[in-house]
């Protein structure tokens, strides 16, 4: 009689390899925070008018920065951060990323 060997285990989930924090800039000037695991799909959307209900309105948009992150709680506690900046420090997020 053989042993029960279990599976091994993958290192990460090959499904969803990394996920992304990101702001977008609105036409107005406004920013827009979110997280995705695909930012040019997101990106999509939100110009094509399909994204956030904020984005609808207040388009074309750009992406301004992406961070990348390594989980999805991460992501998620990295976006209410970034949200909760003034539009001041979010601008100096966004030039510090640009000069790297």
């Not at 406004?30 to 207040?58: C, I, M, V």
């Amino acid at each position: 009689m053989q042993p029960i060997r279990s599976p091994p285990r993958q290192a990460y989930n090959a499904r969803v390899a990394e996920y992304f924090c990101y702001m977008i800039e609105c036409a107005d000037g406004t920013f827009y925070t979110g997280w995705t695991t695909d930012p040019e799909r997101r990106l999509k959307q939100h110009s094509s008018g399909n994204g956030a209900r904020y984005t609808r309105t207040r388009r074309p948009v750009r992406l301004a920065y992406l961070e990348p992150q390594p989980d999805l709680a991460t992501a998620m506690r990295r976006e209410r951060v970034i949200k909760a900046l003034s539009r001041v420090k979010k601008l100096a997020l966004v030039a510090s990323r640009s000069e790297a």
